[in-house]
């Protein structure tokens, strides 16, 4: 059984920096694929990255340049390091486990979940 805890939310102000962890028990870790997603109450939630078993990475626009996805297969702990933050970007931030090597950032993908943390950037 595979359990998810993230951690490193808070609250910054727009152009802060936050990074996010999220710590695995159990599974493989390295043959997974694993992201991270946010949602906003009342409205879907959304993929924001994913990083492969071969730590291939793929961003959404919105994040792209400004957020980077990592992770640390020895520690098991995927990180989701975040700059230049915008208002926009105030969320639920939830990891997720596929436990497969086909990584795509598509919600119904994903097997395991964490319990979000959360992130609030003010003007």
């Known amino acids: 059984q595979v359990q998810l805890v993230e951690s490193g939310g808070g609250s910054v102000q727009t152009g802060g920096s936050l990074r996010l962890s999220c710590a695995q028990s159990g599974g493989t870790f390295r043959s997974d694929c694993m992201a991270w997603f946010r949602q906003v109450p009342g409205k879907e939630r959304e993929g924001v990255a994913r990083?492969?078993?071969?730590?291939?990475?793929f961003y959404e626009d919105f994040v792209k340049g400004r957020f980077t996805i990592s992770k640390d297969n020895a520690q098991k702990i995927l990180y989701l390091q975040m700059n230049s933050l915008k208002v926009e970007d105030s969320a639920m931030y939830y990891c997720?486990?596929?436990?497969?090597?086909?990584?795509?950032?598509?919600?119904?993908?994903?097997?395991?979940w964490g319990q979000g943390t959360q992130v609030t950037v003010s003007s």
């Open positions: 990083i492969a078993s071969d730590g291939s990475t």
């Open positions: 997720a486990v596929r436990r497969d090597e086909f990584c795509r950032l598509d919600l119904s993908l994903f097997d395991y």
